[in-house]
């Protein structure tokens, strides 16, 4: 079957950058996603990127995608303990429906 | 506000019990969709409507049905028929300008 891929886990110093990674599946996607999920809560929308860009900064946030190797990478520069959350990437496929990788469990130690 | 509203937030049942679970938006989105997720486990997804009256199967469909009367509800009903109904189910919408989807903060179903 077609899956978005993600590592489960990831473990940063506080003040470290974090990279989370995703392999998604479908070329003709026109836009992929990073959503945060916090302990009992619903997924927050991060950021999107369009399909025909490279890269895409939002404050700490910077997205980098790579359409002929179909991955997609988020980096959260000066990691503070907030951010440690499950990370979903998703990508956009008959427009409206979305196809959601299994998350990343981000762990920011002090 | 705008936005999508779940309840209840905590939901308990006993086996052999239907129960449904609300879900409301007022961002005047065309498309809803219910997923599940389970502990350490990604999104599946059970239903989804594209428009008012229609809606169609997900992954795991079975022992759910749904409804769409209206363009701002979209209720999930869990049936008596679902094996293994505990889990936490988040309900969302779509149809912005980048297709991107709105979640609920979701209902954590416990049955007993």
């Known amino acids: 079957g077609e899956d978005v891929e993600q590592s489960l886990f990831l473990s940063v110093r506080e003040g470290d950058s974090s990279v989370i990674n995703c392999t998604y599946t479908d070329s003709s996607s026109t836009y992929l996603y990073w959503y945060k999920q916090e302990p009992g809560a619903g997924l927050q929308l991060l950021t999107y990127?369009?399909?025909?860009?490279d890269m895409k900064q939002d404050q700490r946030l910077t997205v980098l995608l790579n359409k002929k190797d179909k991955h997609l990478s988020l980096r959260i520069a000066d990691t503070q303990t907030g951010d440690s959350a499950i990370y979903f990437c998703a990508e956009s496929y008959n427009n409206n429906d979305m196809r959601f990788g299994a998350g990343t469990r981000l762990t920011v130690k002090p | 506000d705008g936005g999508i509203t779940q309840s209840p937030k905590y939901l308990f049942r006993k086996e052999g019990q239907n129960v449904t679970l609300s879900c409301e938006q007022n961002?005047?989105?065309?498309?809803m969709y219910w997923y599940r997720q389970d502990p350490g486990q990604g999104l599946r997804l059970i239903y989804y409507?594209?428009?008012?009256?229609?809606?169609q199967k997900g992954d795991i469909a079975e022992g759910y049905s749904v409804s769409r009367e209206k363009k701002e509800s979209f209720p999930l009903t869990v049936t008596s028929a679902q094996k293994n109904p505990t889990a936490f189910y988040l309900c969302a919408s779509g149809g912005g300008r980048y297709y991107e989807q709105y979640f609920g903060p979701g209902t954590r179903l416990t049955v007993t």
């Open positions: 990127i369009f399909s025909n860009m």
């Open positions: 961002l005047n989105h065309d498309a």
């Open positions: 409507s594209q428009i008012v009256n229609d809606f």
